[in-house]
């Protein structure tokens, strides 16, 4: 595997449900992003991690709960999600966050559908 | 308040030569990044800027004016392969990247 991949690619969920979505980077990068993707909306960031270290919650939900247990992998755990949480969710990752040039890798996303 | 303005959708002809504009309200700037995503697929990096001009890559080109506040990027030679969304991304004084909404560009044939 190479880049960045994420599992799964689709998920349909209802509203209690509880399901975790995973990301993986294989490009010994020091940062993992979580961000949420809607149509025609901008790309919203949603968690940073750098080094293993939350550095960022942009005021998300409580429903979305991240886990980053190492360099290499970060997790989206989700409970209780509404219809309006509906949208593709992007893994990235950087080698150096607080740079200018802060190329992000992404990974190919999970559409994540509730009902 | 941070802003990112790109044109919703655009539409042009195979062979022909696209400009995709962005303008930006960001609180500091640290450089502006292109990037392009096929629908279903993950975005994957054009281009940076972090000086004013010109980057010529290939029939890819993206322009930055600091003082305006404007980047584009010029696609030369369309492709139909070249069919999909471009991201216009400013990295700001916390080194965060600000994203654009994103521009669709089709192309026919």
């Known amino acids: 595997e190479t880049g960045v991949t994420q599992t799964p690619r689709h998920l349909v969920m209802g509203m209690t449900n509880k399901k975790s979505l995973k990301c993986e980077q294989h490009?010994?990068?020091?940062?993992m992003y979580w961000y949420k993707q809607s149509a025609k909306k901008p790309l919203e960031l949603m968690f940073v991690y750098s080094l293993e270290e939350r550095v960022e919650n942009n005021s998300v939900p409580s429903r979305f709960s991240p886990e980053c247990p190492n360099s290499s992998h970060l997790f989206l755990h989700l409970h209780t999600l509404q219809p309006e949480d509906s949208a593709l969710y992007l893994c990235a990752s950087s080698k150096e966050p607080e740079s200018s040039y802060n190329e992000q890798f992404f990974g190919p996303g999970t559409r994540l559908t509730v009902l | 308040g941070q802003n990112i303005d790109q044109p919703t959708e655009m539409t042009a002809t195979e062979g022909a030569i696209v400009q995709i504009n962005c303008t930006y309200q960001t609180s500091g700037f640290n450089g502006l990044f292109w990037y392009q995503q096929h629908a279903g697929e993950a975005p994957t990096f054009l281009s940076y800027n972090v000086l004013d001009g010109l980057e010529e890559k290939g029939r890819f080109s993206s322009f930055l004016s600091r003082s305006k506040g404007y980047s584009y990027l010029l696609l030369k030679e369309l492709q139909m392969k070249d069919s999909a969304s471009y991201l216009c991304?400013?990295?700001?004084?916390?080194?965060?990247?600000?994203w654009g909404a994103g521009t669709k560009l089709i192309i026919k044939p």
């Open positions: 490009l010994g990068h020091n940062a």
């Open positions: 991304a400013v990295v700001d004084s916390n080194y965060q990247l600000i």
